[in-house]
């Protein structure tokens, strides 16, 4: 029968099957032919009794010839007939089982194609289609095992290097598992998200490196509070780091030490300030023990004793006038300026009562406060303390942090902070152990849809290790197990699980997408992990999507084509380009759309030189015409020269020459007069270092006697001497402008200002300067945080004016920037004295210099680096200009980035 024919594709064999009834029923044209009926049915039986039907067939339906009514005959080629119709049935299920085990070959699905390929066997055993097909596939099992083989252990070892935050050799491995299976979505998503990781340890190992050079810088100044608090910073984004550990524990003395000298000063600043002298005096002198080495307090005692010299002169009136301005200032509820002046008046009268008691009344002002204050810090700690009890940790610590700042020396928020610091180690620790858990899980359930459920499992175990309360990890193990169990009856729902696929791949051939999606959704339903269905829907999804896309796209891109070329006939060429290139960008290397861009260019290159053309010929007719009428005849001669020789059939400019040619004649005898008149202008220019103007009028001499060799000499050595000076600006502009950006560089925005315009001073006609201080303006001004004046108001010669605002948010403090646009009154410069505070009374200030003219000016002063204003809760800031009216547009609060 057929297997003997088995070499055939299958899919051949069945026209072979159309062949056998043809045959069963023509004549026997192949037969060699016989001489009488016996020798025919001789033969006939030879051939019947070794299996070759349509040889025996054929000699019996010859010896009918013989003996058309012999029934023996007839007989056997009924019984043949009957045996190659029992063939055709066997073979049709061969080819069906055939037929579907190619599928699931094709689709890579081996082992449901071996279990078809082996039902082919059984139906012709020894048929060598399916038995060289299964062993393909076994081959290709073996190598597909080996593959799967390295793909997990690359999987495992990327994910294992992810935890050891190796991310080049992560990558690698999920680069090695992503070759090995391209289909795969796993390793490129694996890839993605250790590109990921790789880029934020690299942002954390870049601000690491930024706040230990910006602690190496402040080390070099010996300013060690900020060194360490840098080092901490450096710290806090990796804590592990042995080096900065150690750093910290080397700086930290001197910084204690320092930071103590800074309190001590800023308590003998507030006593000066205070005009507290003598006890400002004793309070620098035991700064100065602190830090022998720092000449501030030694210098401040001096200053002191200087002042007390110069108050002591004429002690009289100067003890009324200190009574006299603090009387004032307490009247105004100025107490701390009050009692600076009554300070000073008791030192230079120390046996006074009045400023005695004038003293005592302050005192018990601030005593007052200073209670209020602690009820505020009280409360400010009974806030972080009902946050610590809720868990909010982050707002508690922002609570307790400001506690300290207010309080440095109270154990309490010190203790409170270390143990928030505790808690968020552990929770560190507990997020780490999650993040094992989640990775452990997640390769499991990759696993788990390979169909892998030995090495799922043995993942989940692992999981199930980490966190052994878990019920996620034990349901998938008993549901692996019961996937197991489930073998016979998966048999069955493989069987229906190959007919939907059939179906959908010969839907899917015949182009109907719709019904083929059907039945691999079909598919899907039996077998909800057989990423094959999952596959081939992505895949006709993604075939219609293209086709609605492109129908869109060449849609779009007729409309962008028809809007280009209606613009390019009103000769809009730049819209038209723009057209084009939007076309090509919806569908691109449309050649039409390619065309019609490069045409448009060439027509926008050709329109753009006309019009250049055009210009350049009036140009020159402009120039031609206004050096005629100044009488510089031979300029003008040379702009309609140049005019003609763009617009040669134009006649006006050959008018115009010959004119000139007239004129050049008649004055030829004056051309020595007007030759040595240029060249006198130009000396004297020349001695006036006015070189610029020389050049000018050493060309008009050259223009009259071009063979004149003084002219170009002089015109060579002014422009050496131009170039030599432009030389020395840019030397000079170029290390103003990296001064510069080094200020701007450290956000130190205000002294960055000064600096671009001592640059921009220096080269006006230089942008970037310019463009840099409009940066920092307007990120100051975009930056804004609270609008102190936004309404313009003038405040007069000698006059203070107090404005009101909420304190700013601790956090913003130390970036704060005060913005102030003014314009001066009085046609002179002065100084605008500015002074902050709270309702405990002033806390610091800064002067501005205003510069003359009648110009709004921009004032950017960088206050955030002030102790008082960072640690205090500042509500108002008043204005005193000295010696000139000043108009004032804005006071704005803002911040740096």
Partial sequence: MLHHLTTIPPRLLRRTTVLFVLLAILPPLFAQQTTNYDEAIVKADNYLQQKKYLDAKAYYQ?????????????????????????????????????????????????????????????????????RKKIEEIQRAENEEKDRLNAYNNSMSKGETLLVERNFPE????????????????????????????????????????????????????????????????????????????????QIRPRAEKQQRYNKQVEKADELYISKDFLAAKAQYREAGKLWPENSYPVDMAGKIDEILAIQRKDLDKNYKLSINKADSLLALQLYTDAKAGYNLALILKPGENYPKDKLNEINAYFAGQQKAFEADYAKMLAEADSLFGEKEYARAREKYESALEAKPDDSYPKERLATIENIFEEEAAQQKKDEAYNLLIAEGDRLFSDGSYDLAVKKYREAQSLKSSEQYPLGKIEEIQQLLADAEKQKEIDKAFGLQMVLAVRLFKEDKLEASKSAYEN???????????????????????????????????????????????????????????????????????????????????????????????????????????????????????????????????????????GLLKKLALEQQKRFDEAIV???????????????????????????????KQRIAECNSILA????????????????????????????????YQNAEAIKPDEVYPREQITKITDLIEKNAIVDVVSDTIVIGSETTERFAFKPLPVNVRKTNYILVKAKNKSGKSFKIIFTYGSSKGKNGGFVVQVPEGDKYNDFIIRVGNQYKWFSDDNDWLSIYPENGDIEISMIRISKSD
Avoid: C, W
């Fill in 523 to 661: 598919a899907l339903e039996i077998k909800p992990y057989d990423l094959q269905p999952k596959t081939q829907i992505a895949r006709i999804d993604s075939i219609m999507e293209a086709r609605v896309l492109q129908q869109q796209a060449d849609e779009a891109s007729a409309k962008l084509i028809a809007r280009g070329d209606s613009l390019q006939e009103i000769k809009e060429y730049d819209k038209a380009i723009q057209a084009y290139s939007k076309s090509l960008e919806v569908k691109p290397k449309d050649p039409v759309a390619a065309k019609k861009l490069s045409e448009a260019k060439i027509a926008k290159q050709n329109y753009e030189k006309a019009i250049a053309k055009e210009k350049a010929y009036n140009d020159a007719i402009a120039k031609g015409d206004s050096y005629l009428e100044a009488e510089s005849y031979e300029l003008a001669k040379t702009a309609y020269e140049q005019a003609v020789g763009l617009k040669n059939s134009e006649s006006y400019p050959k008018q115009q020459l010959l004119k000139i040619a």
């Fill in 62 to 130: 010859m010896a009918l010839k013989y003996k058309t009514a012999d029934i023996y005959a007839k007989e056997q080629i009924t019984s043949i007939v009957e045996l190659l119709k029992a063939g055709m049935d066997k073979e049709e299920a061969y080819f069906d089982i055939i037929d579907l085990a190619d599928v699931f070959y094709e689709e890579g699905a081996f082992e449901k194609a071996v279990l078809q390929y082996r039902k082919a066997l059984e139906i012709i055993p020894d048929d060598e289609y399916a």
């Fill in 170 to 249: 992560a990558i690698k491995a999920f680069e090695t598992a992503r070759i090995l299976f391209p289909e795969r979505t796993t390793p490129p998503e694996k890839i993605e998200t250790a590109r990921q990781l790789q880029a934020e340890h690299e942002n954390s190992l870049q601000s690491f490196r930024e706040e230990m050079e910006l602690a190496d810088r402040y080390l070099l100044i010996k300013d060690y509070a900020t060194t360490l608090e840098h080092y901490e910073n450096a710290r806090a984004i990796f804590p592990d780091d042995a080096e900065v550990a150690k750093k910290i524990e």
């Fill in 681 to 711: 202008k130009g000396d004297n220019f020349y001695e006036q270092d006015n070189y610029q103007e020389a050049v000018l009028q050493y060309k008009i001499a050259e223009s009259i006697k071009p063979a004149e060799t003084y002219p």
């Fill in 724 to 755: 030599e000076r432009l030389k020395e600006l840019k030397v000079q502009y170029d290390i103003a402008i990296a001064d510069a950006d080094k200020l701007y560089a450290t956000k130190i925005y205000d002294k960055a200002i000064k600096a």
